[in-house]
């Protein structure tokens, strides 16, 4: 009995060790990833990925995968989108050492890219202004998008307005209520916001909708989708637009600390900020990288937004990943306390990278979130998008662990403003 129990204890402590050392090292890929050569022709990142839509849309999703290729070979375009990253969004964005949050969390040194900073408030405008360039090679007259939070929808206006489109945004009717701010922002920029009445009303509903009127109006309209999820090209293209983040913090650290970080945070949505700064490190095997999910109340059914805790692979709106599903495949319920995070699906890509172990994946729960929130806030005087803030409420905890030698890079995706009124209720503000 007393040999059956100490084997017990012994088989525990080993398992705690091993967490921990999941915790410390960082993870070595079995074998190196050549990041150019993903996804395939068909768009698929290992068994993810693909195009799982109508036979409709083939022909528009064809169109659009051949005028990328194109517009990517072509130095104009390359021109052109340079110069709107700079002169509109407002890049480079810095990557700024968070001295006072270095010395709160007392380990390792913080780095963080400010993707703040950039027009409209969030990463999302890289993609905006790289697909409506796309848009007006391909002789489109007329944009339409889906928003959840309404992040993505006030980027598309704002590059519509710029360029001249017409604009729908597609946005459930539930999401408006909860983000007027966002959808009044859109109006004035001169987009027409349409509710979207079916399902729970919020951002899968109006994926649906965006879809449905891509379908009937494929040949004047560009569907910009905002994250790097759905069918072949978008996660590619998604991806591509953003990939400008990593490329600049590689610049910047190696201009400030002469190396490369120890560890990289960013938080995961559907995945296009996440991706975008851990693109031009994924070959860097000594850079442990982190995506952050939504835990939401906690890892409960119907209560969190991680699809890697207790997600399985499936098929949603045009792409094979892991996803928040009952036993019949039916779409579980989500919560998270970002909009912006508050997903089913994740994209593809991270799907991939997630079985080689090349990012590990970790989540961060509203109550941590509201706490992260505030310190930044208090200690640095920047205010973080709640979506950002799970980023930052895992670095709050790892920081600590790491020595004061080490370096660790956070993607500050986007700013608070958005979120100050429901910070107030939340923190119980009069
Ligand atoms: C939309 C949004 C996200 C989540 O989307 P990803 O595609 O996962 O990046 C994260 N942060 C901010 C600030 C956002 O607006």
């Given at each position: ?152 929808g006030v980027?598309t206006a704002a590059?519509c ?6 604009c ?18 859109m109006?004035?920029m001169?987009a ?239």
């Open positions: 009995m007393s040999v059956v129990r100490s084997f017990l204890i012994a088989i525990r402590a080993l398992g705690d060790f091993a967490e921990k050392m999941a915790l410390t090292t960082p993870q070595q890929t079995a074998t190196p990833i050549d990041r150019y050569s993903l996804p395939d022709a068909a768009g698929h990142f290992g068994q993810y990925g693909g195009m799982y839509v109508p036979e409709t849309l083939m022909t528009p999703l064809f169109e659009l995968t051949k005028a990328y290729e194109k517009a990517q070979a072509d130095p104009k375009f390359r021109e052109e989108l340079a110069f709107m990253l700079k002169q509109y969004a407002g890049r480079p964005t810095e990557l700024y050492f968070a001295e006072r949050l270095t010395e709160h969390c007392g380990g390792a040194k913080i780095y963080l890219k400010r993707e703040d900073g950039l027009h409209t408030g969030a990463h999302k405008i890289n993609n905006c202004i790289g697909q409506a360039i796309l848009a007006k090679r391909m002789g489109k007259k007329r944009i339409i998008a889906e928003t959840g939070a309404g992040q993505h980027a590059v307005a710029k360029f001249g489109f017409e729908v945004v597609y946005m459930g009717a539930v999401d408006m209520e909860r983000q007027a701010l966002n959808v009044f922002r109006r004035l001169g027409e916001v349409r509710g979207v009445e079916a399902g729970q009303r919020t951002l899968k509903d109006a994926v649906n909708e965006a879809m449905r009127d891509w379908v009937t109006n494929c040949r004047d309209t560009h569907y910009i989708l905002g994250s790097a999820l759905g069918s072949h090209p978008y996660p590619m293209m998604v991806r591509d637009f953003h990939k400008v983040i990593g490329e600049e913090a590689k610049r910047q650290i190696l201009e400030a600390e002469g190396r490369l970080p120890d560890e990289m945070i960013a938080c995961v949505g559907g995945g296009s900020n996440c991706i975008g700064l851990f693109f031009e490190f994924l070959e860097d095997v000594d850079v442990r990288l982190v995506g952050v999910e939504a835990g939401g109340h906690g890892i409960e059914q119907g209560q969190h937004a991680a699809r890697f805790e207790g997600g399985k692979v499936g098929v949603l709106q045009g792409s094979k990943t892991f996803i928040l599903q009952n036993s019949d495949g039916q779409i579980e319920l989500t919560h998270s306390v970002s909009a912006g995070l508050d997903y089913a699906a994740i994209g593809p890509e991270h799907a991939f990278y997630h079985d080689r172990k090349r990012i590990e994946y970790a989540y961060a729960t509203d109550d941590d979130v509201m706490k992260a929130f505030q310190v930044l806030s208090r200690i640095e005087g920047i205010i973080p998008a709640l979506e950002s803030t799970h980023a930052l409420a895992y670095a709050l905890k790892r920081a600590p662990q790491m020595d004061k030698d080490q370096i660790l890079v956070v993607n500050l995706s986007g700013r608070g403003d958005k979120d100050v009124q429901q910070a107030m209720k939340l923190l119980g503000v009069e």
